[in-house]
T-cell receptor, first 115, second 111 residues
């Protein structure tokens, strides 16, 4: 079974530029998550989708971050405009359902550096 | 919001030694999870705990869900070089709610 795919793996941009990340979850997984992991910290949830609907986006900085999962499969996360403090690894994860007993499987992440 | 305090921050041990790390929370959790993250990869689930007092093993790893539901520990016995990585605890207040991760324990195993 293929895992969670993310691209690109690395991105370097200047502050105030825009950037987008892509995630393809495990086939059949209804729930998709985007996490931000700053160096030296644990992942922090940005947004959770159930199919193509948003379940939790309470920790998403909505003035600059947006995410969509239009067909309930792939998802994109966008930052516009980027700030220096957005430098982090952006992890995508998916699970079969949103039940707590369903394991979240993580992708390898996209490492973003904002100069 | 919830806070998870994970300790120690880092550990340097010799191959063959046992390791213990723990997490404490300001909130009650219904689920405790332990993940391992290798460089350049996402976290991988090691052990999941769903009931207070539960003790669960996965090979050389053993984890317990604290009776107060505010803490959990992970033990690794007879460490080997491939145990190197960052270990994260994560808690969930209710089924389907967001995971809160600890800050991680960086483990180094010297051969």
């Amino acid at each position: 079974e293929a895992g969670v795919a993310q691209s690109p793996r690395y991105k370097i941009i200047e502050k105030r530029q825009s950037v987008a990340f892509w995630c393809n979850p495990i086939s059949g997984h209804a729930t998709l998550y985007w996490y931000q992991q700053i160096l030296g910290q644990g992942p922090k949830l940005l947004i959770q989708f159930q199919n193509n609907g948003v379940v939790d986006d309470s920790q998403l900085p909505k003035d600059r971050f947006s995410a969509e999962r239009l067909k309930g499969v792939d998802s994109t996360l966008k930052i516009q405009p980027a700030k220096l403090e957005d430098s982090a690894v952006y992890l995508c994860a998916s699970s079969r359902t949103a039940r707590g007993t369903d394991t979240q499987y993580f992708g390898p992440g996209t490492r973003l550096t904002v100069l | 919001g919830q806070q998870l305090n994970q300790s120690p921050q880092s550990m340097f041990i010799q191959e063959g030694e046992d390791v213990s790390m723990n997490c404490t929370s300001s909130s009650i959790f219904n689920t405790w999870l332990w993940y391992k993250q290798d460089p350049g990869e996402g976290p991988v689930l090691l052990i999941a705990l769903y009931k207070a007092g539960e003790l669960t093993s996965n090979g050389r790893l053993t984890a317990q869900f604290g009776i107060t539901r505010k803490d959990s520990f992970l033990n690794i016995s007879a460490s080997i070089p491939s145990d190197v990585g960052i270990y994260f605890c994560a808690g969930q207040e209710a089924s389907g709610s967001r995971l809160t991760f600890g800050e991680g324990t960086q483990l180094t195993v010297n051969p």
